[in-house]
């Protein structure tokens, strides 16, 4: 009966794997409950613990199995592995019947209400467990870093105030291992139609590059957590002077914004590069167009005049930037602020309010740099700000998503970061923050492993540790069997032979008891200073017990023998 819940679990979470594609985290779960179980199944002495340890392992599994809709198969499966855990406790609890006395059979009502409270049971797990288990699961990816369907909002087209939610998120996004750079790139907007920023159709252009380079010492990795978006629009996020990249599909597509997109054959998904010391260097940033000085007509008349003011002492393009984003620094940073009706919001940013968050800073630098004559673009991405002291990689969480300003001048493409640069650091992380990204590592390393081994080698496994934890369970009954026997040898060693016996009672009933401290040597001195015929025989009978008894000298038959004969002297018959 001990086998039984682990048993059973097997078949239920081997039914849900063979008819439906259970996810990695699920899968991982799942099989290392299993483990768990068989290993409290086999090694755990005491039976009620190990009935229930077992029982709650096997549960565990059984619910991670549930999180894919596994229909009527899983239900019926269900119940019987209920109804198995259900008869393995009932087992443990029972006390053997005595030898000879029949066993208490279970009444059938008790049968008929046991099997009907794991059916419907089970209809809950049925109807509930994926829901369930997809609320859940979001959850913990919101507290230890996991990411969700949408980590990272950034695609060709984005409305002002669409990275607000993320702004207010912790869940991590990626992790950086080597040099941490500044700011990662993933988006280019270069044309405003109010209110969105659009990629234009000469940046969306792609070519596909050979990224294969061999990683080196001074190679940055960049991996993104699971669970990153997938689709039409998967994207890396790299340094502006990010060369000689490389990814599992050994190919990669670059935009004419030097935007990286991923290939659906980049497992895992992570990217290496360099910043310096470049053997491939990827497609350049295309030159600015004509979207590149385009401003709606509508919000020339407001934001003009104030661009022209903040530049009046400025004599070249740079130090117009910097007069830029030197005013803009002086606004106030805000997540939560109400716009004017019938106010373009970069117009109300920069003319009433005077508030915002990246966006606004951003897209009111990019339109004033336009109306000054400068090419300019806005470019989303990552502030990269938090390294982990557990790890010692970087963590960048959907937090620490950013816009900010590239400029052409001087015939590249310059950044600027307009944002107040308290701000757009964002908050600090804790240490809870930290012992989350750790645990949330070390989750993944599982998942990994475990999804690379595949079923088969996974069942291997997973044989391989119940027959060492077996291993080990047998052990232990037999250094428990070997103990008990000592104790046992050692017991009986304390007792005295019969005859020592019979000596001492003949002695006590001729007036010569031993008292219960005295030792047999000091006993056999006494005995021998009596004036009795017996007297010597029997001092010389009891120094020849003590030396076979606690020295192992003589033979024990002839010593028995010599101590009856005593014994007889001493106290003869009918006497």
């Known amino acids: 009966m001990r086998f039984l819940p682990p048993l059973s679990a097997s078949a239920v979470v081997g039914l849900v794997a063979a008819t439906r594609p259970l996810g990695s985290v699920a899968r991982a779960a799942a099989l290392m409950c299993l483990v768990a179980a068989w290993g409290a199944a086999a090694a755990v002495g005491r039976r009620e613990v190990r009935a229930h340890a077992s029982v709650a392992l096997a549960i565990g599994a059984v619910t991670a199995a549930g999180q894919v809709d596994a229909g009527i198969p899983y239900g019926i499966a269900c119940v019987l592995f209920l109804l198995a855990c259900l008869a393995s406790m009932r087992a443990a609890r ?69 990275t607000r939610g993320m702004l207010q998120s912790d869940a991590i996004v990626m992790r950086i291992e080597g040099e941490r750079p500044e700011y990662l790139r993933g988006a280019v907007y270069d044309r405003y139609s109010p209110p969105y920023w659009v990629t234009s159709d000469t940046g969306r252009a792609r070519r596909s590059v050979p990224a294969h380079v061999p990683a080196g010492a001074d190679t940055t990795r960049v991996t993104l957590v699971r669970g990153a978006p997938q689709g039409e629009d998967m994207r890396w996020f790299l340094p502006g002077a990010a060369c000689d990249l490389g990814v599992a599909s050994e190919q990669i597509e670059i935009d004419a914004f030097g935007i990286a997109r991923r290939a659906r054959g980049d497992v895992p998904l992570s990217l290496t590069f ?99 004559g400068i090419p300019a673009r806005v470019v989303g991405g990552y502030h990269v700000t938090e390294v982990n002291p557990l790890t010692g990689r970087a963590v ?62 996974t069942a291997a496994v997973l044989a391989a540790v119940i027959a060492f934890l077996l291993g080990i369970r047998w052990l232990g009954d037999r250094l428990r069997e070997r103990r008990g026997r000592r104790r046992h040898d050692t017991r009986a060693s ?20 031993r008292a219960e401290s005295e030792p047999i040597e000091a006993f056999a001195r006494r005995i021998g200073a009596l004036d009795a015929p017996w007297a010597l025989a029997a001092s010389q009978a009891l120094l020849d017990y003590a030396s076979l008894r606690y020295g192992d000298v003589g033979d024990e038959a002839l010593v028995a023998r010599a101590i009856d004969r005593v014994a007889r002297s001493v106290r003869p018959p009918g006497g």
């Open 494 to 513: 304390a007792l005295p032979l019969p005859c020592f016996v019979l000596l001492t009672d003949a002695l006590a009933s001729a007036g010569h008891a």
């Open 274 to 372: 360099r910043t310096r010391g470049c053997v491939a260097t990827p497609t350049p940033v295309a030159p600015p167009t004509e979207n590149d000085l385009d401003v709606p007509s509508k919000l020339k008349g407001a934001l003009a005049p104030i661009a022209a003011g903040w530049t009046v002492s400025a004599k070249t393009d740079r130090e117009k930037l910097e007069a830029l984003s030197r005013e803009l620094a002086r606004f106030e940073y805000s997540l939560a602020v109400p716009r004017t009706a019938g106010i373009d919001p970069i117009v109300d940013f920069v003319t009433v309010h005077r508030a915002g968050h990246c966006e606004m800073f951003a897209s009111a630098m990019v339109l004033m740099a336009r109306l000054e």
């Open 396 to 457: 960048v969480r959907d937090r620490n998503a950013h816009a900010w300003v590239e400029a052409w001048i001087d015939g590249a493409w310059r950044g600027f970061d307009p944002t107040p640069a308290s701000e757009s650091a964002g908050p600090s992380a804790g240490v809870f923050d930290h012992v989350g990204d750790l645990l949330s590592t070390a989750l993944e390393h599982v998942v990994s492993a475990i999804a690379a081994l595949g079923l088969l080698n």
């Open 94 to 162: 029972t006390v053997p019947a005595a030898s000879g006395q029949p066993r208490a059979r279970a009444p059938a009502r008790a049968t008929i209400v046991l099997a009907v409270t794991a059916t419907c049971v089970t209809a809950g797990l049925i109807v509930g467990l994926p829901r369930l288990a997809d609320r859940i699961e979001r959850r913990l990816q919101a507290m230890f870093g996991g990411g969700g369907e949408e980590t990272t909002a950034f695609s060709t087209t984005m409305v002002l105030g669409s």
